[in-house]
């Protein structure tokens, strides 16, 4: 029960936000059913806000940084919930608040918040006035538990204001480029270790809301990790990106019998990036875009869900494990689980170091 208590003052929060089985061991349905709550309305309302972010490395302070963005997060808010049909769930990206860095850890630690802290405290009260749940990501550090460690965290804020539940990256894409590999800690770098703490039911959680069961995800050309998602019951998939693939999006909602919303950053003109800023969009379970903004401009898109119609008879997919099984459980991963639980100072301390830590872990370089 230790793991459990300390999940309720950590970074995670209360465990009864996801509406925990009695048996916590039980992942998944053999019945192909899932948890839910009833719904408290038939039809909901998802809003994406797609914006530029500036990054803290580039304020006077970090303190002035995270004032400024926050501020930005509010005249968003203002918008999507004073615009057209009020918004049950308000999506925005990966970096919202701290902008996304490329600096060394011991700098870059200066450039995340708190979780909970002053930031998702006034979010709160934004969520509480509109009457709205919001969906940010986060660079984040946790000193207690995982100090030296760079987390990215999803917050889900609810709509009394406090922090509904929170979500771990669950990996970090590799082998992307040639320069270097992502720093951050995820679930599966320190998988061990995580579950000691939070328990296996918090490495994929879905948070079962009245507006329908939610995760959220930052991982990118993910399928197995977001079809776990779906194993677990998840109904609306949302995330949240700095980069991504429409495709991607798309696929992964009708793969999986999701709703699925993506919020991406913009870049400014004569960045060099244009042309990967943008497109955020809202995907129904056939793959039909039901909302899209495909410039690199700021905008608010927004679409209704019919969620009790698509609760009705609804079950997990039908994946056929049984038939893929055998060459599954050949596969061996390149990068073992775990291989960022080290001590601080053994920390990789930029990309090119995080490449030398995977090489050196490499299971399939010689």
């Known amino acids: ?48 806000v ?23 997060m509010a005249g968003f808010i203002d918008r999507a919930c004073s615009e057209g049909d009020k918004p049950d769930f308000i999506l925005f990206n990966e970096f919202p608040l701290t902008g996304y860095s490329t600096a060394g850890r011991e700098d870059k630690l200066r450039y995340t918040i708190e979780i909970p802290g002053p930031e998702t405290a006034a979010i709160g009260e934004l969520a509480k006035a509109c009457d709205s749940y919001i969906i940010f990501g986060s660079y984040a550090r946790d ?34 480029s040639d320069d270097g590999e992502i720093p951050t800690t995820t679930i599966e770098s320190v998988r061990d270790r995580y579950r000691a703490l939070y328990g296996i039911d918090a490495e994929f959680p879905v948070l079962r809301t009245e507006y329908g069961n939610i995760a959220v995800s930052t991982v990118q050309l993910d399928p197995f990790v977001f079809a776990a998602f779906a194993m677990r019951g998840t109904e609306i998939l949302f995330r949240t990106a700095t980069l991504f693939a429409r495709d991607d999006v798309i696929a992964s909602a009708r793969f999986h019998n999701v709703y699925s919303a993506m919020s991406n950053i913009t870049f400014p003109e004569g960045s060099g990036y244009e042309r990967y ?12 875009v039901l909302a899209e903004e495909a410039s690199n401009d700021e ?17 997990i997919p039908r994946y056929p494990l049984a038939v893929v099984a055998p060459v599954y459980e050949q596969y061996v991963d390149e990068i073992p689980l775990n291989h960022m639980d080290r001590p601080r100072e053994e920390l990789p301390a930029d990309r090119p170091a995080m490449k030398e830590l995977l090489d050196r872990v490499s299971r399939w370089l010689p």
Not at 277 to 288: D, F, N, R, T
Not at 300 to 314: L, V
């Open 1 to 48: 029960m230790k793991s459990l208590q300390r999940l309720t003052s950590a970074l995670l929060l209360p465990l009864a936000c996801f509406a925990v089985a009695a048996d916590p061991s039980r992942l998944v349905e053999a019945d192909g059913s899932y948890a839910k709550r009833p719904l408290a309305k038939e039809r909901i309302v998802v809003k994406v």
């Open 50 to 72: 797609q914006n530029g972010v500036r990054n803290l490395e580039d304020y006077p302070s970090p303190a002035e940084g995270l004032a400024a963005n926050l501020e930005i």
């Open 299 to 315: 905008a608010i898109i927004s679409a209704e869900i019919p969620i009790a119609a698509f609760r009705d008879g609804r079950r």
């Open 143 to 176: 000193d207690r538990d995982w100090p030296g460690h760079i987390l990215s965290i999803n917050t889900v804020v609810g709509r009394d204001g406090t922090i509904a539940g929170t979500f771990w990256k669950t990996r970090n894409v590799k082998r992307l």
């Open 277 to 288: 800023g943008g497109g955020s969009l809202i995907v129904s379970p056939g793959g039909e």
